[in-house]
């Protein structure tokens, strides 16, 4: 406990990172209060104030802002869409890539082209959740006026919900996009506890005791996965300059295995509801719609479980792929001296690397994929609904994966300031200044 408390005092006594912690808490209060603040023209008395299936799940994301109808109803989910669609046309098409080549001034021009498709895809996704989600009779002015007030409302949501992510992660602690997300989540978690507590009663204490221990590990193994790394030796070889001599030594890089971090659970997540949301259109006039819609807002199902699975397994190959670049640590590591023992330089290094990649990524995309869809094996096992969203799945993986990077970036200002870290050992695992950095 008094390292705990010293370790708080050290984090305050440093102007710059308090600023920023001060920072982050204004800012996600902010995005809090806007989750309540309702779209004109609705009564809010006659909203059902909670969402099953897929629905649910987005709401726990936006922190009931998707099922409160508020202005913050889509939040920064059309973003992630639209950068999943940038992700993918900076691999496939020359143009894209060019603008990723071109530094500051490409990056600025692929980031206004994400705010238009943004906006697009906002107005897209409004459609559908203004139609599928809010009563007529919660309506309390006409049909279209309602409609094109919602669209312009819930898009400037979105725009400011980015923009409140831009400004964390520029002036305050942590991945600004992430921490939206996370605190969403961390919002509903007292209440579903709350909710499973009373669903139990008295008699079931056993059973939610059971619940909890099966929790906690399962945690500890998220956090296994998420800290999981293969460390790849370097070893750099001896210059005399000046009489001395530099160089010498041996260090590592450290490939995560699982290196996209919760990326691919956010993306395939922002893409798992659309069927549903298109589907809600259709619903009345098809079979086939009607059987998408039901089967892709029920997150239980085996198809929804089947597809999700699939999806961020592609998409953690895809992310790795695009982040984690084999020839450029080749080629830093040969700039600086730098060589695998046993490995020639270059080409081969690449190689060597790149099959280190490929074979720790599959079984790490295949343990995050059977983590994501932890949720329906909680609620088949008699888990409830609200708490199940929590017990593993998106939920956990965002969070353990958010708090960790935030950790890091705490932990670095500690010790840049020559303070005591946050563990006992002085260190958070992983760490990358603990490592080499080719």
Known sequence: MKKFISTVKNIFSIEDLRIRILNTIGFLIVFRLGSFIVLPGVDPSKLTGSSEGIFGLIDTFLGGAFSNASIFGLGIMPYISASIVLQLLTVGVPYFQKLQKEGESGRKRINQITRVLTILITVAQGIGYVTATIPNEAIMVSKPLFMFSSLVLLSA???????????????????????????????????AIIAETLS?????????????????????????????????????????????????????????????????????????????????????????????????????????????????????FFYTAITVNPEQIAEDMKRNGGFVPGIKPGAPTADFIDNIISRITLPGSILLALVAIMPAFAMMAGVGGEFAQFYGGTSLLIMVGVIMDTLRQIESYLLMRHYEGMMKSGNIKNNPSNYAVA
């Open 200 to 316: 139990r009663g008295t008699s079931g204490m056993l059973l939610l005791i059971i619940e909890a221990a099966v929790l906690f590990f399962v945690v500890v193994g998220v956090v296994a996965l998420t800290e999981a790394t293969r460390r790849i030796p370097v070893q750099y070889a001896k210059q005399v300059v000046g009489g001395k001599v530099y160089g010498g030594q041996r260090q590592y890089i450290p490939i995560k295995v699982n290196a996209s971090g919760v990326m691919p659970i956010i993306f395939a997540q922002s893409l798992m509801f659309l069927p549903a949301l298109v589907a809600q259109i259709w619903a009345e006039d098809s079979d086939i719609a009607n059987y998408i819609g039901s089967t892709f807002s029920d997150f239980t199902s085996w198809q929804y479980n089947l597809v999700f699975a699939i999806m961020i397994i592609l998409f953690t």
């Open 157 to 191: 949501g979105t725009m400011f919900c980015m923009w409140l992510g831009e400004k964390i992660t520029e002036k305050g602690i942590g991945n600004g996009i992430s921490m939206l997300i996370m605190i969403g989540i961390i919002s509903r978690f007292p209440g």
